[in-house]
Each structure stands twice: as structure tokens, then as C-alpha cells.
């Protein structure tokens, strides 16, 4: 079993939790569950994978993804109701499935010897869509476009540090434990210490 399919698994496992349990926020039966776990854990990574022209896409040449999805959707439709707080569970979930996903991307484009712009963007892509996918679908405001958090930017801070990482000489394994480390590290303080970048402001146009 290689390094990358550990984090295809990981982030397939964390990100369906985190999928399940807003599906628990909306209400919906364990074939809703199942479906937005499913949507939550492999969507970027298909997108990833229909990008990169990787046959099969990723899920479909593993079964056992969507069979560690499906079975995270049931458990959480049983244990949902202990959870106290279930939307803090949601963003930390998400915040972990969201760093090992990114290194999961990255590695992928890493392995099909991409250029270093290509890199990055498909650990953006592997990282953010899952979730985006699963928030849309379930009436949420995206936490990938939620106002006054880091969000893309540590996926995109993450996916870069694996390429200068690699640059200088480190080994990929090492690389993407450096890239998973920073995008956590960046997510944790936006959603503790409320890091953040500029936002825009509007301003009246001159005459």
C-alpha cells in the first residue's frame, strides 16, 4: 500500500464524516447521509483524478472508498445525536480532512510529474471541492467561502510548500507530511485565533 493511497484513505474517511454530519444538520435519512458522505469524500478527488487524465478515477479502481464512506454516513447517522455541538465538529473534522486531502492532491500531481503551478492547484482542487460540493448540496454557507477564515489559501500555502519542500532535496513522503502539517497548522489558527486575510472593502468611486 503506497503512501498516497493511506491519504486517499484518510481523507476519504474524514472528509465522509464530516460530509455525514452536516447531512445530520439537514435532517436527511441514512440514503441522504450516505450520498453526501460520498459526495463529501471523493469529489475533489475526482475532479483531481478527471484533470490529471488518471484511469480509473480513483474510487472506482479502490471500492473500498466509497465502501469507508458509506460506513462513516452510517455511523454517524447512529451517533449524531450525542455530539454536542455539531457544527465545531464539522469545521475541525473538516480542517483534517482538509490537510490530508491537499497532500493527497499534491502528491498525485507530484507522481504524474506535473509542473509545480499544476501541483499546487491539484492539492487546492483534491483539498476544497469535497467540501464546497457537500455545502452546496446541503444549504450550507461554504466554508471554503466563509468570510474572515483561511480556507483555500492554507490548501494553496500547503500544496507550495510541498514543491519548495522537493526542490530542496527533501523526499516526497517528507514533503507532503510538511505540506499536510502547514495547511492544518494555518487552518487551525484561522479557526482559533481568527487569522485572516484582507477582505475587500467597499469604497465610494472617486469623481
Given at each position: 500500500?503506497?503512501?498516497?493511497?493511506?491519504?486517499?484513505?484518510?481523507?476519504?474517511?474524514?472528509?465522509?464524516?464530516?460530509?455525514?454530519?452536516?447531512?445530520?444538520?439537514?435532517?436527511?435519512?441514512?440514503?441522504?447521509?450516505?450520498?453526501?458522505?460520498?459526495?463529501?469524500?471523493?469529489?475533489?478527488?475526482?475532479?483531481?483524478?478527471?484533470?490529471?487524465?488518471?484511469?480509473?478515477?480513483?474510487?472506482?479502481?479502490?471500492?473500498?472508498?466509497?465502501?469507508?464512506a458509506a460506513a462513516a454516513a452510517v455511523l454517524?447517522?447512529?451517533?449524531?445525536?450525542?455530539?454536542?455541538?455539531?457544527?465545531?465538529?464539522?469545521?475541525?473534522?473538516?480542517?483534517?480532512?482538509?490537510?490530508?486531502?491537499?497532500?493527497?492532491?499534491?502528491?498525485?500531481?507530484?507522481?504524474?510529474?506535473?509542473?509545480?503551478?499544476?501541483?499546487?492547484?491539484?492539492?487546492?482542487?483534491?483539498?476544497?471541492?469535497?467540501?464546497?460540493?457537500?455545502?452546496?448540496?446541503?444549504?450550507?454557507?461554504?466554508?471554503?467561502?466563509?468570510?474572515?477564515?483561511?480556507?483555500?489559501?492554507?490548501?494553496?500555502?500547503?500544496?507550495?510548500?510541498?514543491?519548495?519542500?522537493?526542490?530542496?532535496?527533501?523526499?516526497?513522503?517528507?514533503?507532503?507530511?510538511?505540506?499536510?502539517?502547514?495547511?492544518?497548522?494555518?487552518?487551525?489558527?484561522?479557526?482559533?485565533?481568527?487569522?485572516?486575510?484582507?477582505?475587500?472593502?467597499?469604497?465610494?468611486?472617486?469623481?
Open positions: 500500500m503506497t503512501i498516497l493511497t493511506l491519504l486517499d484513505y484518510a481523507s476519504v474517511l474524514v472528509f465522509a464524516a464530516s460530509g455525514a454530519l452536516v447531512a445530520s444538520r439537514a435532517q436527511l435519512d441514512i440514503v441522504g447521509f450516505a450520498f453526501v458522505a460520498c459526495l463529501t469524500a471523493v469529489g475533489g478527488g475526482t475532479v483531481r483524478d478527471l484533470l490529471l487524465d488518471r484511469h480509473p478515477v480513483f474510487w472506482i479502481g479502490d471500492s473500498t472508498n466509497i465502501l469507508l454517524v447517522f447512529f451517533t449524531a445525536h450525542l455530539v454536542e455541538s455539531r457544527l465545531r465538529w464539522v469545521v475541525w473534522l473538516d480542517s483534517f480532512a482538509l490537510a490530508v486531502a491537499v497532500s493527497a492532491g499534491t502528491g498525485a500531481a507530484i507522481l504524474t510529474e506535473q509542473p509545480p503551478v499544476i501541483v499546487v492547484l491539484m492539492g487546492m482542487a483534491t483539498g476544497t471541492l469535497g467540501g464546497l460540493m457537500r455545502d452546496v448540496v446541503c444549504n450550507e454557507v461554504p466554508l471554503v467561502l466563509k468570510q474572515g477564515e483561511l480556507y483555500i489559501s492554507c490548501a494553496m500555502a500547503g500544496a507550495i510548500t510541498a514543491v519548495i519542500s522537493i526542490a530542496f532535496g527533501l523526499p516526497t513522503r517528507w514533503a507532503l507530511v510538511a505540506c499536510a502539517v502547514v495547511c492544518w497548522v494555518l487552518r487551525a489558527g484561522s479557526i482559533t485565533f481568527g487569522w485572516h486575510l484582507p477582505v475587500y472593502r467597499s469604497r465610494p468611486p472617486r469623481s
